[in-house]
């Protein structure tokens, strides 16, 4: 199975930018799809970003026009570019790879926004 390695996380002011990476074991060229959910005390795990391997995005209405999911099949690696980051956006973010057979998680990327 894959294995998956998120790194990228720290803390950032309100209105600040972070790049987080998900760096796949495996190649990811024939991944079906790979994601990026986050999760915050007291709320429910929230998918932010999708991508298939035919390079189809969707976002969260809450992160659209601020967080862009990219796939570097060569470097086997997703990345989230994240910009005009708020508070609200502080969590855990967790990266998925969904295949035909099974569903892999890491170990999530702490992101904090705070002044």
């Known amino acids: 199975q894959v294995q998956l390695v998120e790194s990228g996380g720290g803390l950032v002011q309100p209105g600040g930018s972070l790049r987080l990476s998900c760096a796949a074991s495996?190649?990811?060229?024939?991944?079906?799809?790979m994601a990026w959910y986050r999760h915050s005390p007291g709320k429910e795990r929230e998918l932010v970003a999708h991508i298939t391997s035919g390079d189809t995005t969707k976002y969260a209405a809450s992160v659209k026009g601020r967080f862009t999911i990219s796939r570097d099949n060569a470097k086997n690696t997703v990345s989230l570019q994240m910009n005009s980051l708020k508070p609200e956006d502080t969590a855990v973010y967790y990266c998925q790879a969904v295949t035909d057979y099974y569903v892999q998680w890491g170990r999530g990327t702490q992101v904090t926004v705070s002044s």
């Open positions: 495996i190649s990811i060229f024939n991944i079906n799809a």
